[in-house]
């Protein structure tokens, strides 16, 4: 009687599981198809690559394009760097003791606070205390700052996957410390960083509420000339054509084909971060 309880046990909860997954894959399948179904008539060489005109409701999206690569890209500049450099300090340097487990408590508090919340600090901080303004430079130190915690618990886990005796041989040949991390650690440990460095940006790439309050425009027709400029960036450009255009039965078509361009972006950058780390992975094995 017990191993038949047992069994079924076994079996609801495998059943349950299977029927988790499945509901995942489907409802994505399900909001895929209804965006690319949509928005995949909207698609051409004038909407990729020229500016909007006529209220956004024709033209392309090319200033929003362009805007979003280059706030993205200023906020891996400030992220990447100080997010590996603290995942190394907290994994390799640090000692195990009150203070860092308050620092990566701290850390991992940070990975959920809601990004409106990075976005008002941002506005204080850059756009007010340091007098940016709104623009680039304020929208993508503040998407740079609510990267990081990401990075930083992603590229730690990363390190702390690399064997003990990686270090030890190391040391065996005379190398520094430093010199261990760098020849030795980082190497094994790359794939990991490298995926989480690519999630961290593709997340940044996709979110509203911070370059809301710091530097996204609602309509600007032409390219940024500075980082001290506001910018037009896709998420924002999606949510204005979806739910603040004046006409929004003519602004639909235009929304469905922004999101579909906004999804293939994000899926593009998470396809190179799978790819990047099986090949990382396969030399390493080789």
Do not use: D
């Not at 079924?8 to 179904?37: H, Q």
């Not at 051409?44 to 392309?60: I, Q, R």
């Not at 602004?251 to 469905?256: H, L, T």
């Amino acid at each position: 009687m017990k191993l038949k309880f047992k069994k079924f046990i076994e079996l609801f909860w495998w059943l349950f599981l299977f029927a988790s997954v499945n509901v995942t894959i489907l409802s994505l399948f399900v909001i895929l198809y209804f965006i690319i179904k949509n928005g995949i008539n909207k698609i051409s060489f004038e909407f990729l690559f020229s500016a909007p005109k006529k209220g956004m409701l024709e033209g392309g999206i090319f200033p929003q394009l362009f805007g979003t690569f280059l706030v993205t890209l200023i906020s891996g500049l400030v992220s990447v760097p100080l997010g590996i450099g603290c995942a190394i300090y907290l994994n390799e340097y640090s000692k195990e003791n009150i203070l860092t487990r308050i620092i990566r408590i701290a850390i991992r508090n940070l990975s959920g606070v809601p990004s409106i919340v990075f976005g008002l600090f941002g506005f204080l901080l850059f756009v007010q205390i340091f007098n940016f303004g709104m623009s680039l430079i304020s929208a993508g130190l503040t998407l740079g700052i609510m990267t990081l915690p990401i990075i930083i618990s992603v590229s730690e886990e990363a390190l702390k996957g690399v064997p003990i005796y990686y270090r030890e041989i190391a040391y065996s040949f005379g190398a520094t410390k430093w010199q261990a991390i760098k020849t030795a650690v980082l190497p094994y440990a790359l794939p990991g960083i490298l995926t989480g460095i690519i999630i961290g940006l593709s997340r940044a790439a996709g979110e509203t509420a911070p370059i809301l309050f710091t530097g996204v425009a609602f309509y600007l027709p032409y390219l940024p000339k500075s980082i001290f400029s506001q910018f037009m960036a896709l998420p924002y450009h999606l949510y204005i054509m979806s739910t603040q255009h004046h006409s929004l039965s003519k602004a639909r078509p235009v929304a469905y084909g922004t999101a579909l361009v906004l999804i293939i972006l994000v899926l593009m950058l998470n396809l190179y971060a799978i790819i990047l780390r099986y090949k990382k992975r396969k030399i390493k094995l080789e």
